[in-house]
């Protein structure tokens, strides 16, 4: 039974993060998201059919590539559904039916949107931010899940932060990391948004350090950090505990 229900999760998460990814983008360039376009390709506007649309599956028979103009559909589509199944069936493994669970899964589609839409286009869409924001909020109001003064002090921590970067950093930080970072820190707490901070860091000053090295790029490379702060509150909702005993 357990095993049909993290198979379900799977396929939810996939289907979720599917049609998650195409708003994230879709809502901040005024393009429709839902009835026909939804089903068109970026490139050519064919309409696609049933499987090309279908996550995975349209990996599997076409390669990624439209069928039409052979633009590819980008592979961070796919790696990210196949990451939002696994982490929603993985999700349903370790806390089973619970708030826990729906915190999980509401927090893995915030983190896909978000990873797919800054890292492809740069975008951080306030529309998104909004809704899961208030939804936070009124998950927080249903189950009381951290105290107030905790969930306030985490969106603050986050947002205040991030606005004093960019402050220093005259733009550094984009106006859309900075709002993310407060919605996260409302769901993941003091502690949490300060663990988010310093694993999103220690990931972007790797890969800057990675990417300087290889020559791709030079000390002006925009990057987003959209993508770091995702990852780094996925590893602190799941392993806070864990990391902050090692910490203090
Ligand atoms: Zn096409």
Redesign the pocket.
């Known amino acids: 039974m357990e095993m049909w229900w993290s198979v379900w999760f799977f396929i939810l998460g996939t289907v979720l993060a599917s049609f998650g990814s195409v708003v994230g983008y879709r809502l901040p360039k005024k393009m429709k998201v839902m009835g026909v376009e939804r089903s068109?390709?970026?490139?050519?506007?064919?309409k696609?059919s049933w499987y090309e649309r279908f996550p995975i599956i349209s990996y599997l028979v076409t390669g990624g590539?439209?069928?039409?103009?052979?633009?590819r559909i980008p592979v961070i589509y796919t790696f990210v559904e196949l990451a939002t199944g696994g982490l929603y069936a993985f999700s349903y493994l370790k806390y089973g039916f619970s708030v826990d669970l729906l915190l999980a899964c509401s927090l893995i589609l915030l983190c896909a949107i978000i990873f797919v839409s800054d890292l492809l286009y740069f975008i951080i869409s306030d529309k998104v931010l909004i809704v899961f924001f208030v939804w936070f909020l009124m998950l927080q109001v249903l189950f009381e899940y951290r105290s107030w003064l905790d969930a306030i002090a985490g969106g603050l921590l986050g947002f205040c932060f991030l606005l004093l970067l960019a402050i220093l950093s005259k733009g550094g930080i984009g106006g859309g990391d900075i709002k993310l970072m407060g919605v996260l820190g409302l769901l993941l707490g003091f502690q949490g948004a300060y663990l988010t901070l310093m694993i999103a860091s220690v990931i972007g000053v790797l890969i800057a350090i990675v990417g300087l090295l290889a020559k791709k790029y030079n000390w002006k490379t925009a990057i987003p950090f959209g993508p770091y702060l995702a990852v780094g509150a996925l590893v602190t909702f799941y392993y806070s505990v864990e990391l902050l005993e090692r910490i203090f």
Not at 40 to 46: F, G, I, L, T, V
């Open positions: 068109q390709c970026d490139h050519c506007e064919r696609l590539k439209c069928r039409t103009c052979k633009k």
